[in-house]
Every structure is written in C-alpha cells, then in structure tokens.
C-alpha cells in the first residue's frame, strides 16, 4: 500500500530530515538514499528498522539536509565550491585532449564532481558514533509510523471495498444456485421435445434415456464448485481483518476464480453463464485490489 512520513532531526550544527514512502509491490524492497558520507552505513543500519513496519511493497528511505531548518545552517555546511568543481573539469579536460579522448561532461557527472568537491564548514558527523545512530533511528521510526498511519487508513478503504464486491459474488452465486435447480429438468424437457420432434417412440424408462439424463446430470452438477465458493468467499472476508494476509487474499482470490471458471464449464444454461461472468469480473476487481495489501 502507499504511503508517506516525515520527520527531522539534528546531529551537532546541522538538521537533517526523514522523508519514507512506500508504494505498491508484490515483494518487499527498501532503498535508502542519504548523504555520501553515510551512504555505505546507512543501508546497513536502517533498512531492517522498515522491515520491523512493512512485509510488501517498495520502500524509499531519504535522510537528506534540511536547509530549511534553520536558515543557512546546512546549506552552508553542504554547499559545493564551483570554482573547485570547474577547475577540475578544465584539468579533466586538458587531459583527455592530449590522450585524443572525447570528453562531453553532463549534468550527473558534474553532480558527481561538485559532491566531491563540496565545502565543509562543519564537520558531517560519523554513523559510526552511537549516539548518532540512535538519533538518526529514532527519526527514521518517527517516519515509519507516521507512514504505517496513512497505510493504515487507506488499507481501512480498502477492505470496505473489498467487501462490498465479495457480496456482489455472494449474490450472483445465490442466483446461479437458484438458477441451476432445474438445469437438469430443462434437459429432459427439450431432449424429450426433440424425439418427439423426430416421431420416434418414448419408453421414459428406456435404459438408454435414462443414462443420457443421468449423465447430464452429473457433468453439469455444480453443487460442490458452490459450496467451495461460499467457503472460499467466507475465508477471504476473515483474512481482510488479519495482519499481512496480502499473500493469502491472493491466494483464495485465485481459488474463487478456479470455482467460477469450473461452475463456467459446467454450465449448460445461458442465465448461469452471464451470472459467471459478471462474478469473474467482481473477482479480476478482487484480484486487482489484493496487489496492494499487505
């Protein structure tokens, strides 16, 4: 599910904020993006803290300056000295020229270079001082809260939804049951108007009648493809108040729709194959929702 938090810190002269979002995946992958100096330790050490609040979805940690903090405080101790950035792109140059190398600098490698190249008026304090990470963590759970918060209220949207197409189903299968109770004396009625449409004698209790109706019957029963339905409808609306059930919603979403492609099959009455496919679309709607639960 999607999802945005925020929150900030400060760590000796400069202030620094957490910004977190999360979007939809089927798996579970979290970056984090920081400054250079802690780019390396950062991963190491903040990406399990997101892990503790999100099981799927695609996770974006930013720990960057936040200039505006307070006024001029980290823009100065993180602003790039362009003079140094420009002679070494003259030197870059100058060099490349007299090893007949084509040299067309664009904006990322000039980004590159100024970061090398960037004034320190105050020092960047290191990952490796405890109290730091400490301070650094607590923000970043600051901001995974705040996130799960907005995860939450959407997730709450969308079992509402959810819900209500899983009574749609429930009542196209109530009509299918209704629908399909006289599939079988339908059959008999219309092979019987065709061998009399055909002037040849009737024995209803002709062995051969009798089997043809028997095994109509059987191939177009649908009576336990229904009862696994309503089971599997029943399932999928207690997982929506469980905790990280988007795996198992998926998985009974694709039973639901194994149980309609069956009763699909199944069904020799036209009435039964619109219900069919008018609840294969509720499900493929389903289907689609599930993708962004948890």
Request: proline share 2%; net charge neutral.
């Amino acid at each position: 599910m999607t999802g945005y938090g925020r929150s900030t810190f400060s760590v000796g002269k400069l202030d620094f904020a957490v910004e977190i979002s999360s979007v939809n995946q089927r798996g579970l992958a979290v970056s984090v993006s920081t400054i250079p100096e802690w780019a390396i330790a950062a991963e190491r050490l903040f990406a399990p803290l997101a892990k503790k609040y999100v099981s799927r979805g695609k996770v974006i940690i930013a720990i960057r300056p936040d200039f505006a903090a307070r006024a001029g405080s980290a823009a100065e101790s993180f602003s790039w000295d362009e003079e140094a950035a420009g002679a070494s792109v003259l030197r870059l140059k100058a060099a490349a020229e007299k090893l007949g190398i084509s040299f067309v600098p664009d904006a990322k490698f000039y980004l590159r270079l100024a970061e090398i190249h960037r004034k320190k008026s105050a020092e960047i304090p290191s990952l490796e001082d405890a109290d730091v990470v400490a301070t650094v963590s607590a923000a970043v759970i600051s901001a995974l809260k705040k996130m799960d918060e907005m995860r939450e209220r959407e997730g709450e949207f969308l079992r509402c939804d959810l819900l209500l197409r899983i009574e749609k189903i429930r009542a196209l299968v109530g009509k299918i049951r209704g629908l399909s109770a006289d599939t079988v004396k339908n059959f008999r009625a219309a092979l019987l108007s065709r061998l009399k449409g055909m002037d040849l004698k009737i024995d209803f209790d002709d062995e051969r009648f009798l089997r043809e109706i028997a095994f109509f019957a059987d191939r177009c029963d649908i009576a336990e493809e229904l009862t696994r339905l309503d089971s599997h409808l029943g399932q999928f609306a207690d997982c929506l108040g469980e905790r990280e059930s988007g795996r198992k919603l998926d998985f009974v979403c694709q039973e639901i729709l194994r149980e309609l492609n069956t009763i699909g099959s199944k069904a020799n009455n036209v009435a039964v194959t619109r219900c069919v496919i008018e609840a294969k679309n509720e499900q493929e709607r389903l289907r689609e929702q599930v993708q962004n639960i948890e």
